[in-house]
């Protein structure tokens, strides 16, 4: 049997619980962390990353199956399940911890971002300019075990159930082709 040769993607989008709990249903993707990247210290703890003084975005890891599921279909799925116009915010989330973030891994990534960012603009898919940064991946620290799976250990949760639940809904709405048949 060939070995599936998995690939990397790392995106900021929020509150990681909500970004990792939409990943976590797509077909090809393998496994989702959520941690903390694009910092200027070594090893954050959560409670440093919330003062929003460590320069860390709340991200996700993913290992995803390109034969599966295709970068650009990521980010597609990326873009409709959080605000790329609102710079360091989603919702009641405020900080530069909460921005919105393409941390590419290599330069077909980088490109493969900036193609599908300028396909939007274009098509006008947003009332406001998207200013979610395109960046060079760097150490990607990951969170707390309390911090992963959050939201299916946790559905009964008020911000699981006003902020993640509309998202899941969202992604079964505009991508139910692409979820996995388990969630």
Not at 103 to 130: C, G, M, R, S, T
Not at 138 to 159: I, K, M, T, W
Request: net charge negative.
């Amino acid at each position: 049997m060939e070995e599936r040769k998995l690939k990397k993607a790392t995106l900021a989008g929020g509150c990681f619980w909500c970004t990792e709990a939409v990943f976590q249903r797509l077909n090809g993707v393998e496994k989702v962390v959520s941690g903390f990247t694009g910092g200027n210290i070594k090893n954050p703890a959560y409670r440093e990353i919330i003062t929003g003084r460590t320069g860390h975005a709340e991200a996700i890891e993913i290992e995803y199956d390109p034969e599966v599921i295709k970068f650009e279909e990521l980010l597609l799925v990326f873009f409709a399940t959080h605000d790329p116009t609102t710079l360091n915010r989603q919702q009641n989330d405020v900080g530069t911890q909460y921005r919105s973030g393409i941390f590419y891994h290599d330069e077909e990534q980088k490109k493969v971002a900036n193609q599908v960012i300028a396909l939007l603009e274009k098509e006008n898919a947003f009332e406001d300019p998207i200013v979610t940064e395109v960046t060079e991946a760097s150490a990607f620290y990951v969170a707390e075990e309390e911090h992963q799976d959050f939201y299916n250990q946790h559905r009964q949760q008020p911000y699981c159930q006003y902020i993640i639940d509309p998202k899941i809904n969202k992604l079964k709405k505009l991508f139910a082709e692409k979820l996995k048949q388990k969630h």
